[in-house]
């Protein structure tokens, strides 16, 4: 019995620490100013940029690149192009944080969703960083040419709808 409740108590509260509200934070900024000028605020409505660094629930996004790339020689994509998205991910938590490009979702002008393309031999990004530990790699998209496009990351392990928007221009 005392052990029944002991792991009834220990799971509620495993639970009820990760019930924290996810944040969202722009630190391009931040990065550039000096540590007396850095103010914590929620930036979960704002549409960031290529080049961009946002942080969300300690783990920093920065897409690096967007462009048109060849598509692989036995994989022809079903629509005109595919986009390749170069982004950096740094994990600033005391603890391991998980990304995946399965949470990344990009649409057209019109809220159309893209599918990913999965002809390249490199994988699109996925790892289970640790702390403080970093990680560069692609997203994978089979899409009509558009002048703009927008991304939207929201992490799967979050326990509300936070969300992160990204306007992409093509180089």
């Known amino acids: 019995m005392k052990k029944w409740l002991f792991a009834t108590v220990a799971t509620s509260a495993l639970l009820l ?22 103010k914590e605020k929620d930036d979960s409505n704002k549409i960031y940029g290529v080049g961009d660094t946002v942080k969300i629930d300690g783990v920093k996004i920065t897409i690096e690149n967007a462009e048109f790339t060849p598509p692989a020689e036995y994989g022809a994509p079903e629509k005109d192009e595919v986009l390749t998205l170069a982004l950096k ?79 992409i221009k093509v180089n």
Do not use: H, R
């Open 17 to 38: 620490a990760g019930c924290a509200e996810t944040s969202v934070e722009d630190v391009t900024k931040d990065e550039k100013s000096s540590a007396s000028d850095k």
């Open 89 to 167: 991910v740094v994990n600033t938590n005391k603890e391991s944080a998980f990304i995946d490009s399965t949470d990344f979702k990009l649409y057209d002008k019109n809220g159309e969703q893209f599918d990913s393309y999965f002809s390249y031999d490199e994988m699109e990004i996925s790892a289970d960083l640790n702390a403080g530990k970093n990680k560069s790699g692609k997203l994978y998209y089979d899409v009509t040419k558009e002048s703009a496009y927008e991304l939207i990351y929201q992490p799967a392990f979050s326990w509300d709808d936070k969300e992160v928007k990204w306007k």
